[in-house]
């Protein structure tokens, strides 16, 4: 049975002093080694995205891991859609927006990706199905000493929820790896909601469709299977395949594994439940929060971490008014699929526990 340790936000303390504690509870400082590097991956937040982590978080544990003996630089990798953080420039200059920045931060922004020459990991171990052999992690990410993960616990419209092993899976490799994982997601077309608007066509930044008598057809060797034309469809007429979000959530489990292998014993997880909207931080906006701030959960286990926060989750106090799913997995529900099969196959393939224990401090 995995630890995992809670800062409850309900007894009123402060938050920076319980993520000190949360830090040496967990043993998260001892997977720092001593002059190595230490990646901090984040999510940033898109641009007028408002509910992505704190940078005062960031800045918190990146002196954290300095105390420890660590070299931090906060991370994240750039995005397969269009929007702005899609190159590493345009990244950087979100992030900044953000108030993701060196000198407040106390630690290099880097975009782990930047040339998108990754570093190609076997995958050894294959169940539910999964096709793919290999991921590539982002070199920047891969050549660190240690890894340390903080996750914005919140909603998915593809996994259900989006937490440590979505951040490692998406967040931590190439685009290439980003497109493969989602081509078990590839929009298809219902024909008799499709106006021949051409509004597909002229998002595609691909240039992967095109309209043949009034219909987008799409090249799939030049899909990078960002679903930007789903997003923007006014009709309806595209949408995901049946099953696909419980596909994708199993390639997340299998790239999130081959992202570990060269982070054994120097690895920490450290997820932030707050601000829990039905949408990601790629979000903008992302919703209106679920529930009640929770707290901060660490634990060496991505997938016990994972688990406890989607727990906590279901028994917080609900405050969107309008809110029709109910526990248990209650962001899965609110997304039409069973989020758990992320957390499942990633049992299956060594990544930690669904068993654990809730250590609050």
């Not at 906006?285 to 286990?301: E, K, N, T, Y």
Request: with cysteine; aromatic share 6%.
């Amino acid at each position: 049975m995995s630890e995992v340790y809670f800062f409850d936000y309900a007894k009123g303390e402060n938050v920076l002093r319980g993520l000190d504690m949360l830090f040496q509870k967990s043993h998260l400082a001892e997977a720092i080694p001593r002059g190595g590097s230490v990646a901090i991956k984040l999510h940033m937040g898109e641009l007028g995205n408002i509910t992505y982590i704190r940078p005062i978080f960031a800045t918190r544990v990146a002196d954290l891991v300095k105390r420890a003996g660590g070299k931090p630089f906060v991370t994240d990798t750039t995005t397969l859609y269009q929007a702005e953080r899609g190159t590493p420039e345009k990244y950087l200059a979100t992030a900044a927006a953000n108030g993701f920045v060196e000198q407040s931060i106390g630690a290099p922004i880097v975009i782990a990706d930047e040339g998108d020459g990754g570093i190609s990991v076997p995958l050894e171990s294959r169940v539910e199905g999964c096709h793919l052999e290999a991921a590539k992690v982002a070199p920047r990410i891969y050549h660190a000493d240690s890894l340390v993960v903080l996750s914005h616990f919140k909603g998915h419209d593809l996994t259900g929820f989006g937490g440590a092993i979505k951040n490692l899976a998406m967040g931590c490799v190439t685009k290439e790896t980003k497109r493969a994982q989602h081509a078990v997601n590839a929009p298809v077309l219902d024909e008799s909601l499709c106006d021949g608007c051409g509004n597909c066509v002229d998002v595609c930044r691909a240039q992967a469709l095109t309209l043949v008598e009034g219909k987008p057809v799409r090249n799939e060797e030049a899909c990078i299977n960002c679903s930007d034309c789903l997003f923007n469809c006014p009709t309806g007429a595209l949408r995901w395949p049946e099953g696909a979000k419980e596909r994708l959530q199993v390639y997340l489990a299998h790239v999130a594994s081959a992202v570990l292998k060269n982070f054994r014993g120097r690895v920490g997880f450290i997820n932030f439940v707050q601000d829990v909207t039905p949408h990601c931080d790629c979000a903008s906006p992302s919703g209106r929060p679920i529930v009640q701030d929770v707290g901060i959960l660490a634990s060496s286990d991505p997938v016990a971490i994972d688990k406890a926060s989607l727990d906590l989750v279901d028994r917080a106090p609900v405050i969107l008014s309008s809110l029709s799913a109910s526990p248990p997995d209650l962001l899965g529900k609110m997304h039409h699929t069973d989020s758990l099969v992320q957390l499942r196959t990633g049992r299956k393939l060594g990544l930690g526990n669904l068993e654990y224990r809730l250590i609050t401090l």
